[in-house]
């Protein structure tokens, strides 16, 4: 009922003065921040993207007004509130720490000084550590590290672009930066200052034939920054790209497998 009144008013934004509409969106919001839906969800092995929600995370910017929000002796301006109640919810919410109202918490989160936007999706015992930014419909999974300064981008436009994915299990080292819709698989290690986007070369490096993959970290891979050399008008230049250079090895305590795997491979993390 909701996804076709939300995606009639994203035809007609008349339909924005109606009472029926302004219900629907609200309510999809309300059920974004407490899980009950989801920007996107995995369907077996793939992940499918619900358009209409982001339909009505945009549609709320339009019938939200901007008002003043004070937290003595901080003060903001905007559309959106942030998420309270931390303690009903189970996450642990350290000083400084913001998320947006229509962005869920599992139980078991951790929020150091962070920001996680509208949309995104936290999974339970995720650690979103200082100053790491969990952009706008970003899903990340369970038991995620994401280090000090770890960039996931927001992808709200256009609604049926694929969000940035974070699987179960992965850790994200300090400094790295992934966007443009770029899945990391179940597991996965990434080392610091890595730069992923849609473009970007994911080179498995680890047999004798180099094999290349864009936009998809497989699972277990562990991955550290490289570069490749690119010819422009110019002349020949080195251009950022990613290395895989192992596999995380399968445990059951895959704490104890992270931390063989950092040591194995010498991971700047």
């Not at 994203?10 to 059920?31: E, F, G, P, S, Y």
């Not at 996450?91 to 139980?107: D, E, H, I, N, T």
């Not at 936009?215 to 990613?242: H, T």
């Not at 192992?246 to 010498?266: I, P, Q, Y």
């Amino acid at each position: 009922m909701e996804k076709q009144i939300i995606e009639n008013a994203w035809k007609d934004r008349t339909l924005l003065n109606d009472d029926k509409t302004i219900l629907a969106i609200n309510d999809t919001i309300d059920n974004l921040d407490k899980g009950i839906v989801r920007v996107a969800q995995k369907n077996g092995d793939s992940w499918q993207v619900n358009q209409w929600v982001k339909q009505a995370i945009l549609l709320y910017f339009s019938i939200s007004n901007m008002k003043t929000m004070e937290l003595s002796p901080f003060e903001f301006y905007d559309k959106i509130p942030l998420k309270h109640n931390f303690s009903a919810l189970g996450v642990r919410a350290v000083p400084m720490a913001s998320a947006r109202y229509g962005s869920f918490l599992a139980k078991g989160v951790v929020l150091m000084p962070s920001y996680v936007n509208i949309g995104a999706f936290v999974d339970s015992e995720t650690m979103v550590d200082t100053w790491a930014t969990v952009g706008s419909c970003a899903q990340i999974g369970k038991r995620v590290h994401l280090s000090g300064g770890v960039g996931i981008g927001g992808v709200l436009e256009p609604v049926m672009a694929n969000p940035v994915i974070i699987e179960d299990d992965c850790f994200i080292g300090s400094r790295s930066i992934i966007v443009e819709g770029v899945k990391v698989g179940k597991g996965a290690v990434i080392g610091a200052n890595c730069t992923i986007t849609s473009s970007s070369k994911i080179i498995d490096v680890t047999q004798s034939i180099p094999k290349e993959y864009k936009g998809e970290i497989p699972e277990n891979s562990v991955v550290i920054p490289g570069s490749v050399k690119k010819q422009f008008p110019a002349g020949e230049y080195n251009v950022n790209c990613v290395l895989i250079i192992g596999k995380r090895k399968e445990s059951t305590n895959m704490k104890t497998s992270l931390n063989d795997t950092l040591r194995e491979f010498n991971i700047s993390i």
